[in-house]
């Protein structure tokens, strides 16, 4: 009886932890020392891409710069379907947006988005924080 009763117990607990775990990965968000918020947003629709970036950073933050890139996915590489964009906001928050039409269907497309946050130093000049690497695939 007292080993039936371990075993439950060992069960009860084990089906508790994986509960725990499971519910909480789900929770699981990118931290983040300088920034707050990214958006890194791609949809296309009858050969129009539709691209959106979103950073939010801390109010000790000076300036961000953003390197977004349209990419096709061809013959095994990642290649640029349109010039690279590099929106850059003097403030602790950016928001970019634009389109880039005439992308041909059947291919997997993705926005490659490399932000960099910067604090102004006492000597004038800016500091790299932190740099953050988001990528939104979409196929079309």
């Known amino acids: 009886m007292k080993y039936l009763k371990k075993v439950?117990?060992?069960l009860l607990l084990f089906a508790a932890v994986s509960s725990f775990v499971s519910l909480n990965a789900a929770e699981?968000?990118?931290?983040?020392?300088?920034v707050g918020t990214v958006t890194n947003?791609?949809?296309i629709e009858d050969g129009t891409a539709s691209m959106r970036v979103y950073v939010r950073a801390y109010n000790h933050i000076d300036r961000i710069e953003a390197t977004v890139s349209l990419q096709r996915y061809i013959n095994g590489q990642w290649r640029n379907a349109v010039n690279s964009y590099f929106p850059s906001s003097n403030d602790c928050y950016l928001i970019w947006s634009d389109t880039a039409s005439d992308l041909q269907s059947g291919y997997h497309y993705?926005?490659?988005?490399?932000?960099?946050?910067?604090e102004l130093s006492d000597d004038g000049?800016?500091?790299l924080k932190e740099t953050i690497t988001r990528i939104t695939e979409y196929d079309y």
């Open 8 to 10: 439950l117990i060992s």
């Open 28 to 34: 699981i968000t990118p931290y983040w020392t300088d």
């Open 41 to 43: 947003n791609l949809s």
């Open 110 to 118: 993705r926005l490659h988005t490399k932000i960099n946050v910067y």
């Open 125 to 127: 000049t800016y500091v």
